[in-house]
């Protein structure tokens, strides 16, 4: 079956960094575009990062731009997340998503990301 498995999450100081990583099975990965939203309490789910399914084309959101860099290895089915300068503004669960379709659209089960002193 289809799983998305994030990890890398946890506590961290203003101005540190975290690596999220999203480990995938059951589907067919290198055709899927692949992106990190994140969700923060009392907010809608937002767009952190894109990558299509080749890696020729990335999208951030304005507010992580020159901070974060969402990268893919499709060898091992896993798509990641280095996110540098972290402003406790950022924290928030982070969800993993493929999609290649409005059918073939599947999320992981989060990671939470705090940022704090």
């Known amino acids: 079956q289809v799983q998305l498995v994030e990890s890398g999450g946890g506590l961290v100081q203003p101005g540190g960094s975290l690596r999220l990583s999203c480990a995938t099975s059951g589907f067919s990965f290198s055709n899927y575009a692949m992106s990190w939203y994140r969700q923060a309490p009392g907010k809608e789910r937002e767009l952190v990062a894109r990558?299509?399914?080749?890696?020729?084309?990335?999208n951030y959101a304005d507010s992580v731009k020159g901070r974060f860099t969402i990268s893919r290895d499709n060898a091992k089915k896993t798509v990641y997340l280095q996110m540098n300068s972290l402003k406790p503004e950022d924290t928030a669960v982070y969800y993993c998503?493929?999609?290649?379709?409005?059918?073939?659209?599947?999320w992981g089960q989060g990671t939470q990301v705090t940022v704090s002193s």
């Open positions: 990558i299509s399914s080749t890696g020729g084309i990335l």
């Open positions: 998503n493929a999609r290649w379709t409005a059918r073939d659209d599947y």
